[in-house]
């Protein structure tokens, strides 16, 4: 299952990228020369989108190291299945608060999705 959940962070940081081409053709076409430019001057949603895209790029090492952590210290599957569908449930959570500007619910989006990161190292303690 390690590699499952691996493929499915990877697949959930493609998920992130939709809104922001979705903004970027709605700011006049994407810019495919120079897409950071372009996601530079986006406003509003489209500038949620790109930084909920940067977010989720960031989350994916912590993640990762977290899962391999936890599939080295032997930590039973049940907890690393749970552990895991916890951190997808809240990036999903924090991705639909942060295109909808609700901050204080993407915080908590947030803390749960790390908080379940630091749960697959700590239960092989």
């Known amino acids: ?3 499952i959940y691996l493929l499915l962070a990877l697949l959930l940081v ?8 979705v903004a970027m053709h709605r700011a006049g076409g994407y810019d495919n020369s120079q897409p950071r430019l372009q996601q530079s001057d986006l406003d509003g949603w489209g500038r ?8 989720a790029l960031e989350a994916i090492p912590v993640f990762g190291l977290a899962l391999l952590a936890a599939a ?3 930590v039973a599957a049940r907890v690393i299945d749970g552990l895991a569908i916890t951190f997808f449930v809240a990036r999903l959570v924090y991705q639909y608060c ?9 915080t908590l989006a947030w803390a749960v999705g790390y908080v379940a990161c630091l749960g697959l190292v700590a239960a092989g303690l």
């Open 1 to 3: 299952m390690i590699g």
């Open 72 to 74: 080295h210290l032997e």
């Open 48 to 55: 949620r989108a790109v930084a909920a895209h940067h977010n």
């Open 98 to 106: 942060y295109l909808a500007d609700w901050a204080s619910l993407r």
């Open 14 to 21: 493609a998920l992130t990228k939709l809104p922001v081409a």
